[in-house]
């Protein structure tokens, strides 16, 4: 596609529930990057994929959270048993390589009641 | 470990005004430095950047230097319009992967 694509745009899911958010990356990218977007705070890096492998999953904050990429595209980032402090807006962003211009998705604001 | 503080909003100007938004950051080593803009309704994108002292990134009218002596890399437009209305981040990374943002500043343009 022409650019990042993230479903869905937004996710309302009760506490306890779990949810899946995916990412569409621009096609050919081989880094593909996930970062969460709180109210009121900076941009929060989550993991990082080179192809299929994540050398850097160190800012998922709990084991609650886990990420998978499949065929050097398309990336899903779970979260079980959601909480309140789970409401964030999560981004997606992929490059070309992974020290090359990073191109970010429009998000999913998930709400966690 | 990286960080970056930059200027709290909300910042409100009228047109043609002079914009700045001080950041300043913290890192090991040399990274490279950017400004991220998010216009209502849409993605981030990369607004400039500057990968090594001194260098001065430029778009759209913006401007920012990296300031090693300072640590600091403000971004400026000497006269805004009402399309620059948006939230700017500082960012910074020093392994060429992860970024490290700054809370952003949301500035609103009133013709």
């Known amino acids: 596609g022409a650019g990042v694509s993230q479903s869905p745009s937004n996710k309302v899911t009760e506490k306890g529930k779990d949810v899946e958010l995916r990412c569409d990356p621009i096609s050919g990218h081989t880094a593909l990057y996930w970062y969460r977007q709180s109210l009121g705070q900076g941009l929060e890096f989550l993991i990082y994929?080179?192809?299929?492998?994540?050398?850097?999953k160190s800012g998922l904050p709990s084991d609650r959270f886990s990420a998978e990429r499949t065929g050097g595209s398309v990336s899903t980032l779970t979260i079980q048993r959601t909480q309140q402090e789970d409401s964030a807006v999560y981004l997606c962003?992929?490059?070309?390589?992974?020290?090359?211009?990073?191109?970010f998705g429009s998000g999913t604001q998930l709400s966690v009641l | 470990g990286d960080s970056v503080t930059q200027m709290e909003g909300p910042v409100t100007l009228s047109e043609e005004a002079f914009l700045t938004i001080n950041c300043t950051y913290t890192?090991?080593?040399?990274?490279?430095l950017f400004w991220y803009v998010q216009y209502p309704g849409e993605g981030l994108q990369l607004l400039l950047k500057a990968t090594k002292a001194d260098d001065k990134g430029s778009n759209k009218g913006f401007e920012a230097t990296y300031r090693k002596e300072t640590t600091s890399f403000h971004l400026e437009k000497g006269s805004v319009q009402v399309s620059d209305s948006a939230v700017y981040f500082c960012?910074?990374?020093?392994?060429?992967?992860?970024?490290?943002f700054g809370a952003g500043t949301t500035v609103t343009v009133r013709a």
């Open positions: 994929f080179q192809g299929n492998s994540a050398p850097d």
């Open positions: 890192a090991t080593g040399y990274p490279s």
């Open positions: 960012a910074l990374t020093s392994n060429d992967y992860k970024l490290s």
């Open positions: 962003a992929s490059s070309l390589e992974s020290n090359r211009q990073l191109f």
